[in-house]
């Protein structure tokens, strides 16, 4: 199993660009998530899924949208970045998100916006 | 005050010393909380869940307080590969400490 993918690696980014942060498992997991996380913050939960089909919104989601039309894949998309979203990002997933879930995450994607 | 609170550090000690962090939280509802551990420039997995009687994984102690809101994390004899941040989440609100840095040095 490869586990929990993320891609690209880093990225550079212009204010105002779109672009799409790609995020796979191969666990058959339900539970997807996205945090950021910044200097001193720890990480912040931007958005969520509980399966296929649906999305809920966690602590920091302005600026970013999500779907997930597949158990495996669950996309975050920065609209129109700015300079507030240089972060890094981690994807994670757990079987079923429930209290005592072990949440797996990926390697990370490094985002700097200009 | 935050939701999850942790001493930030760095914590710097020598091989085999013993160290503790402790972790605060404000939801008093809390019922899940686990121990992850992250390397430098990597990603955050998971060290060890807390246990509301205490639970011990090897060198490893993680105990609950529920009374004063707060669970902590027991390294005993340290070893150079314990060197990481260790950050401490309240599951079932998402909520992660910002971490704790630990430095073990020859």
């Known amino acids: 199993n490869a586990g929990v993918t993320q891609t690209p690696k880093f990225q550079v980014l212009k204010t105002g660009q779109s672009m799409t942060l790609q995020c796979a498992q191969d666990m058959n997991h339900e539970y997807m998530s996205w945090y950021r996380q910044d200097p001193g913050m720890g990480l912040r939960l931007i958005h969520y899924?509980?399966?296929?089909?649906?999305?809920d919104q966690g602590e920091v989601p302005n600026g970013y949208n999500v779907s997930r039309s597949t158990t495996e894949d669950f996309p975050l998309r920065l609209l129109s970045a700015a300079p507030s979203q240089t972060s890094v990002y981690f994807c994670a997933s757990s079987y079923a998100g429930g209290f005592w879930e072990t949440q797996y995450f990926g390697p990370g994607t490094r985002l700097l916006v200009l | 005050r935050k939701e999850v609170e942790q001493d930030p550090g760095p914590f710097n000690v020598p091989e085999g010393a013993t160290v503790a962090f402790n972790c605060t939280y404000s939801?008093?509802?809390?019922?899940?909380f686990f121990w992850y551990r992250q390397d430098c420039r990597k990603e955050p997995k998971l060290l060890m869940s807390?246990?509301?009687s205490g639970n011990e994984d090897g060198r490893f102690t993680a105990q609950l307080n529920r009374a004063s809101q707060y669970i902590s994390l027991l390294i005993r004899d340290s070893k150079l590969s314990d060197s990481a941040t260790y950050l401490c989440?309240?599951?079932?609100?998402?909520?992660f400490g910002a971490g704790t840095r630990l430095t073990v040095k020859p």
């Open positions: 899924s509980v399966g296929a089909g649906i999305t």
């Open positions: 989440v309240v599951h079932n609100d998402m909520r």
């Open positions: 807390v246990y509301s």
């Open positions: 939801n008093s509802a809390s019922q899940s």
